[in-house]
């Protein structure tokens, strides 16, 4: 998969800092400043403002799950880990937490602008697997209803192959997933109303 | 005619660690007056001391001030790895160099320190072995909310799951917590072969004596039975604790009596902070010393080059009678402070397979 960087727009964009007051997190909020990120830092509660936040920036040495107003892992934003002790169990809490990027203190004049942008990126690439899997295993969950539409039309007379082609020449006439015309067709066979009426009663 | 070498003391004098730190102090000091009373000596040392109260943030600038004008090199100091991790800036930006005295999770080789007491393979693995085969493979975990505790913890349980054993719990406390009663519930429910303490300071005299209570009430954990282990503990606890650390098994370079190892031979400690102090500034004055390549000497004097970690001697020791009692003497075994060279491990020395008859 190639990845194209355009100059990304971070302009305007909001950080929140969960680190006590210390060389690292000036050095932090000078850089965002001078990105053009508006930063601020919280210790030890984060600020309300946290679930408007673009990026959050947590101390990897001393947070602990208590102090993030979601479950772990379930951040609605990119998270950076700010890492001083590089034991294994400290950078596996880090992950649980849903790092996608990390800055190694102490913090001098550079990586916050590539730790940004490595967040982002692999922030929405969860993201947007995590939505298509969720599409995935529903479309997964309806195979039985697939299965019993297909039984119901073949009910009719025609073999499963038309069936199936009838059932998704339906879909495609209605604008809608294979899955959801399966469902209908399912709910018209217990009903015994007509499917397309029950379409156009919906449509009204 | 004798040079002058200057060197820093970095040690609280108060807060929650400053016994710990003045036997740290006193190592280096008793050094120092060894080395200065050596006429056969090159070199004299000269102390410049700062002391940081305890505060985490006031390591990074004393520590620069003492570099500042570049006539000291060497500091000894810290005790807290988050102090340790605060000053390394400051020794990166002077050249300077760190020598560190105290035991330690591991996870770290920084080109500006040098360290001269244990990391895991040189007390936590040797520990647990030692009670894998005294005493079952059923542990339960407790330690300080802080990176000692988490991660000593972390491995001792990966080091439990390998050997086949279980963790019957896990419980951690935050700092100076001495409220100790869920976790005495747990224990008591849980009824291991053995505890391993990684508590700090008064949370963990807070547990031993909780843990005497529930001896004599008890009597699956009468005297005896399900030992506490122990990574930390040291003389300079036992007058604070008393009676409540009677018992206690801990793996250390150095308990009051033993050797000492590498520079520092020949002399005595009371404690193995002292004893790594001590060895620390003997060390570095003989560094300091001669010509040569200062890598080579490092070498010859333990310190292994690539991880800039001691070569130590491994003590086995149980409190008796308010003094520690050395059990098995071994090593010395060379760090491996990220615990990704099994063939340094202290195990690995004898063979995998149990005899069975």
Request: hydrophobic fraction near 45%; aromatic fraction near 6%.
């Amino acid at each position: 998969m190639s990845r194209r960087i355009a100059t990304p727009e971070l302009g305007g964009a909001t950080a929140l800092i969960l680190h006590r007051s210390h060389a690292t997190t000036r050095a932090l909020l000078r850089q965002l400043v001078a990105i053009g990120l508006r930063a601020q830092a919280n210790w030890p509660e984060l600020d309300a403002a946290v679930h408007g936040a673009d990026f959050v920036f947590f101390d990897a040495d001393q947070c602990h799950d208590g102090m993030f107003p979601w479950a772990p892992g379930a951040a609605p934003m990119p998270m950076i880990a700010l890492i001083g002790s590089e034991a294994p169990g400290r950078i596996e809490w880090a992950l649980g937490q849903g790092a996608d990027a990390h800055l190694l203190k102490p913090i001098g004049a550079g990586g916050v602008y590539s730790a940004l942008l490595i967040a982002r990126q692999g922030f929405e690439a969860r993201r947007a697997a995590a939505d298509e899997i969720a599409a995935l295993r529903a479309r997964l969950s309806e195979r039985q209803t697939v299965v019993r539409a297909v039984l119901a039309l073949m009910g009719r007379g025609r073999s499963e192959a038309e069936a199936y082609a009838q059932l998704r020449a339906m879909a495609m006439a209605w604008q809608e997933t294979i899955e959801q015309a399966a469902r209908r067709i399912c709910a018209a066979g217990e009903t015994g109303a007509p499917t397309l009426a029950t379409k156009r009663g919906r449509d009204v | 005619m004798r040079r002058d070498v200057e060197i820093g003391l970095l040690y609280s004098r108060t807060g929650d660690y400053a016994a710990i730190a003045a036997a740290c102090r006193r190592g280096a000091l008793n050094a120092v007056a060894a080395i200065n009373a050596d006429h056969g000596k090159g070199i004299r040392l000269r102390v410049t001391e700062q002391d940081p109260a305890g505060n985490l943030d006031h390591y990074e600038p004393l520590c620069a001030d003492m570099l500042r004008d570049g006539r000291v090199r060497h500091v000894v100091g810290c005790v807290t790895s988050s102090s340790r991790k605060e000053v390394i800036p400051a020794l990166e930006k002077a050249g300077g160099t760190l020598w560190y005295a105290c035991p330690y999770e591991g996870f770290e080789c920084s080109d500006r320190v040098i360290y001269t007491h244990a990391c895991a393979n040189q007390h936590l693995l040797p520990l647990l072995h030692w009670a894998f085969s005294r005493y079952g493979r059923r542990g339960h975990l407790v330690g300080s909310n802080y990176i000692w505790g988490w991660e000593m913890n972390r491995v001792a349980r990966e080091v439990i799951g390998s050997a086949g054993g279980t963790v019957t719990g896990e419980r951690h406390q935050a700092l100076g917590d001495t409220d100790v009663a869920r976790l005495i519930d747990e224990l008591r429910a849980a009824k291991p072969d053995f505890v391993l303490n990684n508590l700090i300071g008064q949370s963990s005299r807070a547990f031993l004596e909780a843990m005497r209570v529930l001896r004599a009430e008890d009597p699956f954990f009468a005297e005896g039975t399900c030992t506490v282990l122990s990574c930390n503990l040291t003389e300079c606890e036992l007058p604070g604790f008393g009676a409540a650390a009677e018992g206690v098994i801990a793996a250390g370079p150095h308990f009051a009596g033993a050797p000492l190892w590498g520079a520092g031979r020949g002399a005595a400690a009371a404690s193995s902070f002292e004893a790594a102090a001590y060895v620390a500034v003997a060390t570095l004055a003989a560094i300091e010393e001669g010509p040569g390549d200062p890598a080579a000497r490092l070498a010859g004097c333990g310190v292994d080059p690539e991880t800039r970690h001691m070569e130590l001697p491994v003590l086995i020791a149980r409190v008796e009678g308010g003094r520690f009692r050395v059990l098995e003497h071994s090593g010395p075994v060379v760090a491996d402070p990220y615990l990704a060279r099994r063939e340094r491990w202290p195990t690995a020395r004898y063979p995998a397979l149990r005899v069975v008859t």
